[in-house]
Nanobody, 125 residues
Framework: QVQLAESGGGSVQAGASLTLSCAAS????????MGWFRQTPGKERSLVAA????????VYGSSVKGRFTIDKYGPKNTVYLRMHSLTPEDPAVYYC??????????????????WGQGTQVTVSS
């Protein structure tokens, strides 16, 4: 059974940094690419960042480019989202997803095969 467990969410002030972790179990990290999405009430889940299973290809949402970094530098089957210079536009529930392919569609939530439960990020100004 595939499980994705996000952690690291919390409440910070604008300008601060926060790192989210996604620990995957029940899947082969050499076969799945991973993505971070975020969602606010009444809106669709939108891509924050995605990383190919090889670790050498990444995609970022336009609003986070240059501020957020996705990587797999750590325990196997763990993906990190390193968020810097957080703004009041960044609060959301952040979800980790796994997709067994890679292509232009990695920015599309419904293409993902598995999801975690999400972790809340709050930014105060």
């Amino acid at each position: 059974q595939v499980q994705l467990a996000e952690s690291g969410g919390g409440s910070v002030q604008a300008g601060a940094s926060l790192t989210l972790s996604c620990a995957a179990s029940g899947l082969d990290s050499d076969e799945y690419s991973m993505g971070w999405f975020r969602q606010t009430p009444g809106k669709e889940r939108s891509l924050v960042a995605a990383i190919k299973w090889t670790g050498d290809n990444t995609v970022y949402g336009s609003s986070v480019k240059g501020r957020f970094t996705i990587d797999k530098y750590g325990p196997k089957n763990t993906v990190y989202l390193r968020m810097h210079s957080l703004t009041p536009e960044d609060p959301a529930v952040y979800y980790c997803g796994a997709i067994r392919s890679w292509g232009p569609f990695v920015d599309t939530a419904y293409r993902y095969d598995h999801w975690g439960q999400g972790t809340q990020v709050t930014v105060s100004s």
